[in-house]
């Protein structure tokens, strides 16, 4: 069952199982407000479960980096807006992966790596990246990285 994420109201639906709900929940909230404010779309995320190619996709590029989450897939959804395809998964332990892929650009293909407020730093990604701080109304303090995409996915 799909479900529109409220930037407004912040709920853990969906979320529940994780550690750290509520930060998730404000985590997936702020992308939310990020796609309606910059491109007037509403998010809309559905359970893992159902995300199947979404969750498959974000898996094998995240591979390119010998990458494998460890924390079960909550929610997925795949957002095109524009030549942009974004894949968003959010993870049990409160990481949220997001993969930007311009259609026309190669060098405009991006994962986005953000931890959610009061999580610990998965040992998958513990060695490999540094977190960078950002302050959010909507999730606290988000600490966030990336790596480019080489592959065609």
Known sequence: ??????????????????????ALAGLRANEARYFKNKYD???????????TETVDRVQ???LERDIVISSPPLEATTIRVEDIRWDHVFYESGLAVN?????????????GLKLSDGMEIPDELADKFKFARQR???????????FIVKGEY
């Not at 069952?1 to 509520?22: C, H, K, N, Q, W």
């Not at 779309?41 to 995300?51: G, R």
């Not at 959010?136 to 990336?146: D, E, M, N, P, V």
């Open 41 to 51: 779309h509403t998010f809309v995320v559905e359970p893992a479960s159902e995300a």
């Open 99 to 111: 993969l930007k892929y311009d259609l026309q650009d190669p060098k405009q293909r991006a994962v």
């Open 136 to 146: 959010s109304k909507l999730a606290g303090t988000i600490r966030g990285s990336y």
């Open 1 to 22: 069952m799909s479900y529109e994420v409220d930037f407004r109201d912040v709920s853990t639906v969906g979320l529940e199982s994780s550690p750290v709900a509520e």
């Open 60 to 62: 094998r590029v995240l």
